[in-house]
């Protein structure tokens, strides 16, 4: 019901950058109050709550460059199916070359209303540490919402790649949503790790097409 997806925005504070600039050394502070979930033999998700907002972080590790991680993500609006649910990406602005606007819309099954966000995410490439930073926000207060959809609320996230060896890169995402409408809280915390999950193991393999390593 909801993916970090990309996209969600920035515009908070170099304050808040820098708190979120490394969401894995993030968790590891509080490393005792995660609960930690082996997706996969590649893939690693880890969840808690932090001053009553949920939190999920995942990591694994990707033989692909951040240009080619960065070019997904700006092509989700021609096919975003590597991301959980998802059923519609719009880019509302890119002029600005650091930034992007972006509304998303993902997939609900029936009874339960289609949920979308609307999101402002900024990027930074550090290429002598082969380093790249999205960090994503909310700005769902500055459009209307849709009569037949819920909108997500408080959406925060964040993208980190760093070289690792060799072609491989460490891929880091931590993020938090309030998917809005009348779902229990235990739902909405499943769910959201498990989109969290299926997408980076669909991430994975799409970056890993046709690749040889």
């Known amino acids: 019901m909801q993916s970090f997806v990309f996209l969600i925005f920035f515009n908070m504070t170099w304050l808040f950058i820098n708190m979120l600039f490394s969401p894995f050394s993030h968790a590891q502070s509080a490393v005792q109050n995660w609960e930690t979930q082996q997706v996969s033999q590649h893939i690693l998700v880890s969840s ?3 001053n009553d907002v949920y939190k999920v972080n995942a990591k694994m590790y990707v033989y692909a460059t951040p240009n080619e991680f960065f070019t997904l993500l700006e092509n989700a609006y021609l096919d975003c199916s590597w991301i959980a649910n998802c059923k519609q990406v719009e880019i509302l602005n890119n002029t600005l070359s650091d930034y992007r606007f972006v509304h998303t819309v ?4 029936w009874p339960v209303a289609d949920r979308e966000m609307y999101t ?4 930074q490439f550090d290429s002598s540490h082969q380093h790249l930073s999205i960090l994503i926000e909310d700005i769902s207060n500055d459009y209307p919402h849709h009569p037949q959809r819920v909108m997500m609320k408080n959406v925060n996230a964040q993208w980190s790649m760093t070289h690792s060896h060799d072609g491989w890169y ?3 995402y931590l993020a938090s949503a309030e998917p809005g409408g009348l ?3 235990w739902l909405s915390k499943t769910l959201l790790k498990e989109a969290t999950a299926d997408t980076f193991a669909r991430l994975r393999e799409r970056l890993h097409a046709d690749k040889t390593f």
């Open 183 to 185: 779902i229990p809280s």
């Open 106 to 109: 993902f997939n609900s099954p």
């Open 120 to 123: 402002r995410s900024y990027h």
């Open 170 to 172: 460490e891929l880091n």
């Open 48 to 50: 808690t709550t932090m």
